[in-house]
């Protein structure tokens, strides 16, 4: 009974049932935001093959480097490394200079990395920031240089050179690789997504000229796409064999010319060959191995700023 004067407070509606979570399956964790995956058997059996499949030329190389020239004409050939290595490495310095060819691999790869990487981001900066006529135009004009073939400019390219005086000496491969179209559109996308403009803004405004701007703010931000774009530029400089065979001759050679000298003769020397090859390879493989690791740390903070 409730007292006089006083009203009862309606029933409250019978209150649904929640329905018990479910149990996870036997075997499995449930999921947490946050936590690491791990993958299973599949991945790591993709994995493995795509890490053997990747390795296994420069194991072949190894092999024919180490097996005389009989030894790789067996059927089925031998995939274990054999005892002539240093006796081919003996052949391969008899045969071409490959120490000055190293050393001129060295200072032209190295002249072009950095040229490259100076001048590319100079105009990443400018295309991705800067404001001025044209800028729309410029940036496709350079662009479009991609889809032209570079073997059209070879010829006017050496007659310039020789205009210039330069045949058989090393400018005539560094000068023009010093700047490339893909390393302004590669850097001018990495610093639209990782330079913000406020940062730019407030330079304006404490009195920072466009020159401070870049060395103050842009270089720091810019340098982990700036190692990305420097070791594929090495790569590519050291690897090139078309055009410094054209502009250069044995006696100023770079390593993929001096490699053209080896195994001569009726039957060529594979094992020598190789073993050159190897020699050449040797220093790309060192590069990577030391700036990897950074390298690779560099594109995932950009993707993960992006």
Known sequence: MTAPGTTEAPPRPPRPDRPSPAAPPRGRRPSRAGRTL????????????AVLVS????????????????DLAQVPPTLVPG??????????????????ALLNSLIVSGSI?????????????????????????????????????????????????????????LQSVILP??????????????????????????????????????????????RPGMAVLGLLTFMAAWNDFFWPVVALTSSEPTVQVALRQLGGGYVHDQSVIMAGTLLGTLPVLLVFGLLGRQIVGGIMQGAVKG
């Open 38 to 49: 791990h993958a299973g058997p599949v991945a790591y059996a993709i994995l493995i093959i």
């Open 55 to 70: 390795a296994f030329p420069f194991y072949w190389t190894l092999v024919a480097a180490s097996r005389s020239n009989a």
């Open 83 to 100: 005892p002539h290595l240093i006796r081919n490495f003996e052949a391969v310095l008899e045969e071409a200079d490959i120490g000055k």
């Open 113 to 169: 990395t950095l040229g490259t990487v100076l001048c590319c981001t100079l105009a990443g900066f400018a295309f991705a920031k800067l404001r001025f006529r044209g800028r729309g135009a410029l940036l496709a004009l350079t662009v479009g240089t991609m889809m032209i073939p570079p073997q059209l400019g070879v010829i006017p390219l050496f007659m310039m050179i020789a205009e210039l005086g330069w045949v058989n000496q």
């Open 177 to 222: 690789g010093l700047v490339s179209a893909f390393g302004v559109f590669f850097m001018r996308q990495y610093l639209v997504q990782t330079l913000p403009d406020e940062l730019i803004e407030a330079a304006r405004v404490d009195g920072a000229s466009t020159a401070r701007i870049f060395w103050s703010i842009v270089v720091p931000i810019a």
